[in-house]
């Protein structure tokens, strides 16, 4: 009898353990960043003066999301190791374990976080993705790695669950309704919205 009820109870503490753990890493991280962000605020003006590309090329996204994080984060964060541009500069080592999205400029910081800078079409925003656990798995949106943006309009923002009226902290591996790269985006939001807590609804098992 006590080994049943341990196996039933385990993975659920294991669980709880694993959200409070990743909870207090993305608050960590997001402090870093916002921390960053402000300071860059205060030595080149508001958000909405910031370049942010906006080239309609793809070849050209890494390079613009590079000038973004040396013009405006490098010196107010600290960095282990420069990762470069993903597809164009050879990722190895630590750097090649950290969860990277698309064409895009990665560092890790000194203390393991992994912070990914990723740029697009628009001249408005450069989205932000923080892997807090740095080197280990699982590498997903939503367990591990959380996506922020910094824009003209707000400034440093979580991407928001209603992103592009798709929900995607509710786009789950089980269930993605046809948006399955955008699976767990949502989710820096969802936890932030609830007072930085894993809340029984959220999809922590099938992300």
């Known amino acids: 009898m006590i080994g049943v009820v341990a196996a039933l109870t ?3 503490v294991i669980a709880n353990y694993q959200k409070k753990q990743t909870v207090a890493q993305l608050k960590q991280a997001y402090s870093i960043l916002a921390n960053a962000v402000d300071h860059s605020i205060a030595k080149h003006g508001d958000p909405d003066s910031w370049n942010y590309g906006g080239s309609e090329n793809a070849a050209d996204w890494g390079n613009e999301a590079k000038n973004f994080y040396f013009t405006y984060l490098d010196e107010f964060v600290q960095v282990g190791h420069y990762c470069g541009i993903k597809h164009t500069e050879p990722r190895k080592g630590a750097c090649s374990k950290i969860f990277t999205h698309g064409d895009a400029y990665s560092v890790i910081l ?3 976080i992994g912070l990914t ?10 989205e932000i993705q923080l892997d807090v656990n740095g ?3 699982p590498n997903r949106a939503g367990r591990d790695a959380f996506i922020y943006r910094i824009n003209k309009q707000e400034g440093l923002i979580p991407v928001r669950d209603d ?5 995607p902290c509710t786009r789950t591996l089980s269930n993605p309704n046809g948006f399955e790269n955008w699976i767990g985006w949502g989710c820096a939001y969802v936890i932030m919205q609830n007072g930085w807590e894993i809340k029984d ?3 922590w098992g099938d992300l």
């Open 135 to 137: 080197v280990k798995g």
């Open 163 to 167: 992103l592009y009226g798709m929900k």
């Open 110 to 112: 000194n203390n393991g």
């Open 201 to 203: 609804d959220y999809p």
């Open 117 to 126: 800078i990723r740029a697009d079409p628009s001249d408005s925003q450069m």
């Open 10 to 12: 385990l993975p659920s």
